[in-house]
């Protein structure tokens, strides 16, 4: 059977998202997105003029996939633990948008949260006034836990199923947010 040799731009793109979400990062080549389209390499490099242009689109594309993934309210949840199910549900069901969104945010994590993770942080009363410096010692915190917890789920841990993960997740939050809210700010 012949190889086609029409592909849309969109098809392309689609693919590679795909691709990427089945092996990781490292899988994005034009062999892989012509492969798995059965397809030659020309295509990918006509419709996208380079790799670099597709990987930049694959970016946008997963970083907004995760970002509408977390930002999901699991049932009966405040903000901030919902924001760590969520984490560890991209663990379990995306295992390689979840390493990539561990990636990015090591790069991140020193800074100040991002706003909505500002808003969620506040909403929790014992952080509603205390300053933006304690709030990223907070996100710190419970990033690296949540972090942690997720890796475990990813690579299979059989003591961690969501309902455990809540129990963790609320526990260690608890403590972090008590800790943290009762330090002197800054």
Known sequence: MARPTRVAAEDIEQAAVNLVRANGLSALT???VADALGVSTQPVYSSWGSM?????RVDERVRAFIQTYLAQPEPGAPPMLS?????????????????????WMRHQIAG??????IAALRADPRLATVSI??????NALMWIFTQGL????????????????????STAGDAIIA????LPDP
Not at 133 to 138: A, N, S
Not at 150 to 169: F, K, N, W
Not at 179 to 182: I, L
Request: hydrophobic share 45%; aromatic share 2%.
């Open 83 to 103: 924001l760590g199910l969520r984490t560890v549900r991209l663990a379990k069901e995306e295992p390689h948008l979840f390493d990539l969104a561990a990636a």
């Open 150 to 169: 997720a890796a475990m789920v990813r690579d299979g841990s059989p003591v961690t199923t969501l309902d455990i993960a809540r129990i963790h997740l």
């Open 179 to 182: 800790h943290v809210a009762s």
């Open 52 to 56: 670099d242009a597709l990987r930049e």
């Open 133 to 138: 410096e304690r709030l990223t010692q907070v």
């Open 30 to 32: 034009a062999r892989g």
């Open 112 to 117: 100040p949260p991002p706003p909505p993770i």
